[in-house]
């Protein structure tokens, strides 16, 4: 980061005094600089759409970001679903996507195929609940296969137009869901968002040290750019279902499979009842080297906690509901909630706060 938070170009000279700077393009450190002339002429001072930015964002109390520095980790689940969880607890909740390229959120939140609509005030979100908005890309495609081919500034450009024209409204939440990685969408929306007073970011990664490798990057990035980091979240954290929703299979030596569910279910009702009431757990992924929690400790960051690699919540993600709504999702819920109700009271927010 160079002056004012403004990067200084990779290919600058050595004692470039910063793109916003009243010297650029015109100290002896310019001579000779392939981007003197870009420098000399840029307009300088603050970006004047932060101010617009810091305007809109007066009116929402936190603002967290998820991220990951691995894809297909269960970023966007996780953001959905702590955004059913926080409007359940009757807060106002805003849901903002800022993945460019691949945004899930409509699907998740059960709103494919819904629009934007603009109003003197700016874009008005998309409503799941009276007190839980949700904005993304997503909703501005003409149609859902369509690729997102954008260069960097303009995706900088539609993240910035989410934050200066969204009509939000009071909320107490806004939850970012970032796509993956420390590229150029993570560092405008927390450049955007650190003016306003930004809360922190929570990562979330999974157990196996292809992940987490990734992960610890992440971690680099924050502390770099000075975002707090809320805490990680292991996902995937093995496999739970009950023991009644397996299939079982014989397998013989040449690999054909026979299905024997419905034998191994009547022999269990049979010889041991109390068996289908279990909950079978498997390590899905490697976490003999510590996982989420050991990385945290390394890291001097905290861990909020694991949530299994529960098949209902898949469900319910694919479905665009909360899993919260019912008890099919009975071992994924509980390791939310319990994730959920650590943030708050790291935030030191009451479930009553108006």
């Known amino acids: 980061m160079g002056n004012d938070g403004y990067e200084i170009p990779e290919n600058a000279n050595e004692h470039c005094p910063g793109p916003q700077s009243e010297s650029?393009?015109?100290?002896d450190a310019c001579e000779g600089c392939p981007n003197q002339q870009a420098c000399a002429t840029a307009p300088k001072g603050p970006d004047p759409d932060l101010v617009s930015i810091v305007e809109r964002m007066a009116t929402v109390k936190h603002k967290i970001l998820v991220l990951s520095g691995k894809g297909g980790v269960g970023k966007s689940t996780f953001s959905a679903q702590l955004s059913f969880a926080l409007a359940a607890m009757d807060f106002q909740v805003g849901l903002l996507d800022i993945d460019i390229c691949g945004p899930s959120i409509p699907k998740m939140l059960g709103l494919e195929g819904q629009e934007i609509h603009q109003s003197n005030l700016g874009w008005s979100p998309v409503y799941v609940e009276s007190n839980l908005g949700v904005m993304s890309i997503g909703f501005m495609l003409p149609h859902p296969d369509e690729a997102v081919i954008w260069r960097g500034p303009r995706k900088n450009g539609i993240i910035k137009q989410?934050?200066?024209d969204v009509y939000w409204g009071e909320l107490d939440f806004l939850v970012v869901d970032a796509p993956p990685g420390t590229s150029d969408e993570h560092?405008?929306?927390?450049?955007?968002?650190?003016?306003t007073g930004i809360d922190g970011a929570i990562i979330v990664t999974t157990p196996q040290q292809v992940s987490l490798i990734d992960v610890r990057k992440e971690v680099s990035f924050c502390k770099k750019v000075g975002l707090q980091v809320l805490g990680v979240v292991e996902n995937m954290s093995g496999l739970c279902q009950p023991l009644s929703d397996f299939r079982f299979m014989s397998v013989t030596e040449t690999g054909e499979q026979k299905d024997m569910t419905q034998w191994v279910i009547e022999y269990m009702k049979e010889k041991a009842p109390e068996m289908l009431n279990l909950v079978a757990v498997s390590e899905v992924f490697d976490s003999s080297a510590g996982g989420?929690?050991?990385?945290?400790?390394?890291?001097g960051v905290p861990f909020l906690g694991k949530i299994p690699l529960d098949?209902?919540?898949?469900?319910?993600?694919?479905e665009g509901r909360s899993c919260f709504d019912d008890s099919k999702c009975r071992v994924s819920a509980p390791a939310l909630k319990a994730i959920i109700e650590k943030l708050l009271s790291q935030l030191e927010v009451s479930r009553m706060e108006d």
């Open 292 to 299: 989420g929690a050991k990385m945290c400790k390394d890291m």
């Open 24 to 27: 650029a393009g015109k100290s």
């Open 162 to 164: 989410f934050l200066k």
């Open 187 to 195: 560092i405008s929306i927390v450049q955007f968002l650190q003016a």
């Open 311 to 318: 098949p209902q919540l898949c469900k319910a993600a694919e």
